[in-house]
């Protein structure tokens, strides 16, 4: 039973190119959240989203992120123009609904690095 | 705004010794109060959860109890074994209209169980 798979684990990218990450629910979750991990700090809430639709988008950077989850394939995380603050791990996570008790299942983080 | 502050890691043990890691948080309200935790190679997982005040959650030897007056919910086990070594996050959720999925999180502690 594979849980929350999160793609690529490590990107590596120069300033101004675009970062894409990857996540694929758990098997019968349709609502995927994404979080962040600055460099030593604690992981923020950044967006949720359900199949074609982003519910809570108020941890989201104005500017350069955007994050889909199309009805077919995974969710997509964009990051585009990168500079070196957006160095950082971003964890993805799924629930079967909203949850509603805190309990959401994170994948293993994709871990970005901005040259 | 909302904060969870806990221990500074790595923390080191031998097997079967006590475990405490401290955990003190700063919101408005009566938040919920949750441990994860992140065993090698995997994402991050819920371990125990409290949702007011003295509340007790517990969960394969773990124990952690909402202290409102302390604001606190440091995590304990009697007994760790080589098993239990992981990264251990604390967190925070300060319902807000039923978005019970807005967590906030500490940094993490780091613990490694020596046989």
């Known amino acids: 039973n594979a849980g929350v798979m999160q793609n690529p684990r490590h990107l590596v990218r120069r300033r101004g190119q675009e970062a894409r990450l990857r996540c694929s629910p758990m098997?019968?979750?349709?609502?995927v959240y994404w979080y962040r991990q600055l460099p030593e700090e604690g992981l923020k809430f950044m967006v949720y989203?359900?199949?074609?639709?982003?519910?809570?988008e108020s941890g989201m950077p104005k500017e350069r992120f955007s994050a889909e989850f199309p009805k077919e394939g995974p969710s997509i995380l964009r990051i585009q123009q990168v500079v070196r603050g957006d160095s950082a791990a971003y964890f993805c996570?799924?629930?079967?609904?909203?949850?509603?008790?805190?309990?959401?299942?994170f994948g293993e983080g994709s871990r970005l690095t901005v040259l | 705004g909302d904060s969870v502050t806990q221990m500074e890691g790595p923390v080191t043990l031998s097997e079967e010794a006590f475990l405490t890691i401290n955990c003190t948080y700063t919101a408005t309200g009566y938040p919920s109060l949750f441990w994860y935790v992140q065993y090698p190679g995997e994402g991050l997982q819920l371990l125990l959860k409290a949702t007011k005040a003295d509340d007790k959650g517990s969960n394969k030897g773990f124990e952690a109890t909402y202290r409102k007056e302390t604001t606190s919910f440091h995590l304990e086990k009697g007994s760790v074994q080589v098993s239990d070594s992981a990264v251990y996050f604390c967190?925070?959720?300060?319902?807000?209209?039923?978005?019970?999925?807005?967590?906030?999180f500490g940094k993490g502690t780091l613990l490694t169980v020596n046989p």
């Open positions: 098997k019968g979750h349709s609502h």
């Open positions: 989203l359900q199949k074609e639709n982003i519910i809570d």
């Open positions: 996570a799924s629930s079967p609904a909203q949850s509603n008790t805190g309990e959401l299942f």
């Open positions: 967190a925070l959720e300060r319902d807000s209209g039923g978005s019970n999925y807005k967590l906030t």
